[in-house]
């Protein structure tokens, strides 16, 4: 569904109104840095690459089809960077972040530690996985894409999406069957 403000500033971005881009980039912001951080793991990585999607999107914005929902395009613009991104870096897996995000919650500091725990141990077995399967995991699960456009995004055969993920579903099973927190 195309959202009627984000065709709006992009229209008016394409007239000339830088301000436009900026407000774009701010209701878009948190989903791309979030595809980011999923596929890479690290944090400066993450802010790095959604800034260079933003950068992309300013450049090509004259071509984009204003008929078509901005979000999953640009979306799709991160993931494309992250997976350059993780084939120039080599096969060396990806170290955890240490950062942590402040979290507010009325359940209290016990119940946040918990699901910190759990969304950590989560975040380090998709970590563990080639970018091949993080990627199809990203695209089903995150982006909610259907198993058609994974394989049209991907440029790679449905048969081969379909086994992606669910290889990349077994693997992180098996990673997880054994952890008490998840």
Not at 6 to 15: A, C, G, N
Not at 41 to 52: S, V
Not at 56 to 62: G, I, K, T, V
Not at 88 to 108: I, K, Q, V
Request: proline content about 5%; overall charge negative.
């Amino acid at each position: 569904m195309i959202d009627p403000i984000d065709r709006d500033l992009i229209i008016r971005v394409r007239r000339g109104e830088t301000e436009a881009f900026g407000q774009l980039v701010f209701r878009a912001q948190a989903a791309v840095f979030n595809v980011c951080y999923r596929l890479l793991g690290e944090r400066r990585e993450a802010e790095d690459m959604t800034q260079e999607a933003f950068i992309r999107a300013w450049e090509r914005l004259h071509t984009f089809d204003v008929d078509r929902p901005f979000l999953p395009w640009i979306r799709r613009v991160a993931a494309n960077l992250c997976l350059n991104h993780l084939s120039a870096r080599g096969p060396d897996s990806p170290e955890l972040d240490d950062e942590r995000d402040e979290t507010d919650s009325a359940f209290g500091p016990a119940l946040v530690v918990e699901q910190h725990e759990r969304s950590e141990v989560i975040r380090a077995a998709l970590l563990a996985l080639p970018p091949r399967y993080r990627i199809a995991i990203e695209l089903r699960h995150f982006q909610e894409l259907s198993y058609d456009e994974i394989a049209q995004f991907l440029d790679r055969p449905l048969s081969d999406v379909k086994s992606d993920l669910f290889r990349a579903r077994k693997m992180l099973a098996e990673k997880l069957k054994h952890d008490p927190s998840v």
